[in-house]
């Protein structure tokens, strides 16, 4: 089994910045993606960036240029550092990894990013 945990979130005035962690444990393949999404109330959870284990990266184009994605496979670690932030960019923030060898997904607890003055 896989856990997730997110950690990072908080309050933060619109133009700053705030970075995410995601510390993966448990039976993790080196061969992986994982992402970021978020979730407001009432809304679908929307897809914000993606890294592969071997460092292909995507954007959301609401977030690009502002947010950046890196992971430490060594550590299992994955990070979100968000620049520029907006008010519509506050969200609770998941990680998800999925694992193409075992065809799995795996969903951390979420983090609140929540961005006003």
């Known amino acids: 089994q896989v856990q997730l945990v997110e950690s990072g979130g908080g309050l933060v005035q619109p133009g700053g910045s705030l970075r995410l962690s995601c510390a993966g444990s448990?039976?993790?393949?080196?061969?992986?993606?994982m992402r970021w999404y978020r979730q407001t109330p009432g809304k679908q959870r929307e897809w914000v960036a993606t890294?592969?284990?071997?460092?292909?990266?995507n954007y959301a184009d609401s977030v690009k240029g502002r947010f950046t994605i890196s992971r430490d496979n060594a550590k299992n670690t994955v990070d979100l550092q968000m620049n520029s932030l907006k008010p519509e960019d506050t969200a609770l923030y998941y990680c998800?990894?999925?694992?193409?060898?075992?065809?799995?997904?795996?969903w951390g607890q979420g983090t609140q990013v929540t961005v006003s003055s």
């Open positions: 890294i592969t284990n071997g460092g292909v990266i």
């Open positions: 448990g039976s993790i393949f080196r061969i992986n993606i």
């Open positions: 998800n990894l999925y694992s193409s060898i075992t065809n799995s997904n795996y």
